[in-house]
Nanobody
Framework: QVQLVESGGGLVQSGGSLRLSCVASRSIFSINLMGWYRQTPGKQRDLVASITRVGSTNYADSAQGRFTISRDNARNTVYLQMNSLKPEDTAVYFC???????WGQGTQVTVSS
């Protein structure tokens, strides 16, 4: 089990950028698959991006080309760099240790038009 704490959300104008961080309570070196999900009210939580221990990445179509997921195993941290943000990116973003089913508390991202 691992506790995850997200930060970096906020209010940004359309076209702007944000960098989300997810700090784990223990080493993530042994956790193969880490990811970022997002959720809007009344809808399911959807995968935005994931990354393996060795850095292989996968993106949702909506994130491809605009978002970049990365991880720093030495700092027990996973990042999500979000560029060219759109109002439809507004959501609560959650970090996950996917193979353990552990989630952070989420961080709100709001993109104004």
């Amino acid at each position: 089990q691992v506790q995850l704490v997200e930060s970096g959300g906020g209010l940004v104008q359309s076209g702007g950028s944000l960098r989300l961080s997810c700090v784990a309570s223990r080493s993530i070196f042994s956790i193969n698959l880490m990811g970022w999900y997002r959720q809007t009210p009344g809808k399911q939580r959807d995968l935005v991006a994931s990354i393996t221990r060795v850095g292989s990445t996968n993106y949702a179509d909506s994130a491809q080309g605009r978002f970049t997921i990365s991880r720093d195993n030495a700092r027990n941290t996973v990042y999500l760099q979000m560029n060219s943000l759109k109002p439809e990116d507004t959501a609560v973003y959650f970090c996950a240790a996917i193979e353990f089913g552990d989630w952070g508390q989420g961080t709100q991202v709001t993109v104004s038009s």
